[in-house]
């Protein structure tokens, strides 16, 4: 399954390189990424690994902000791809899966940023359990999801009204949700900003808040915030994201003792 997987990301990788464009999609920026900055902390010459980093804008992000990234992701196309658009910072990227992370030692990191990238992740436990392994005591974990209660990708959706003029993105009735507890996997076509789909469908893991939860506890983790992000201003575009949440992140630290 995981080279299924990881042929789907390398068939995707320039779609997806250029729908982030080096700066996320609105929703990451007006939402998600402030979240994750406030729960990563000051990082300033702190080891942080980004877990499944993508064309690694966020590991670019915070080496310009003083902290030496360690980059990992699967796809060796969008590795590839952040080392072209890494020229004036210095970040160690390199090709792996993040459930199998034996080229990374044991405590060698302050912090693990994984970002939209353990619902793609068959292995979830394996992955947290590593992200345990590697990080030093005392050492902290943000990952981030799309919220599993309202969860479009997979048994939700928006029953959708008018398209807004304005705006330009159809108006959000009600959202309807059906079968939480049913853990499943689904697969999904993204597209370009110009509306392009992508080649290759992305597959997705449903799974439920209590599930996240285990993996980390499993794992040696204390839980210690858990944000659903709000849009951070009153921008008409984000009306359903102010109504039920988009994303959600976890915070949790590795004991100290
Ligand atoms: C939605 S993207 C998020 C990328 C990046 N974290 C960001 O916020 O832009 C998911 C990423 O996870 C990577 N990925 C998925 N499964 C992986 C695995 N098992 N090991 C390493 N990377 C993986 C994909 O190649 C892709 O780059």
Known sequence: MQDDLRRQWEENAEFFASLIGNRGTPHHRKILNPCVDRLLGELSGKRLLDAGCG???????????????????????????AEKLTSDVSVDYRVGDICELSALHEQSFDAVLCNLVILNVPCAQDAISEFYRVLDRGGILVMSIVHPA????????????ERNEDTG????????MDNYFEEQTYERYWRSREGERFPEPITFFHRTISSYFDFLTTAGFEVTKLEEPVPVDKDPFFDRERRIPFFMVFKAVKSEE
């Open 55 to 81: 064309e690694g804008y966020l590991s670019r992000y915070f080496a310009e902000r003083g902290a030496r990234v360690t980059g990992v992701d699967f796809s060796e196309r969008l590795i590839r791809n």
């Open 150 to 161: 309202f969860d479009f990708y997979g048994p939700g959706e928006w029953e959708m009204g």
């Open 169 to 176: 993105r159809r108006e959000g009735l009600c959202f309807k």
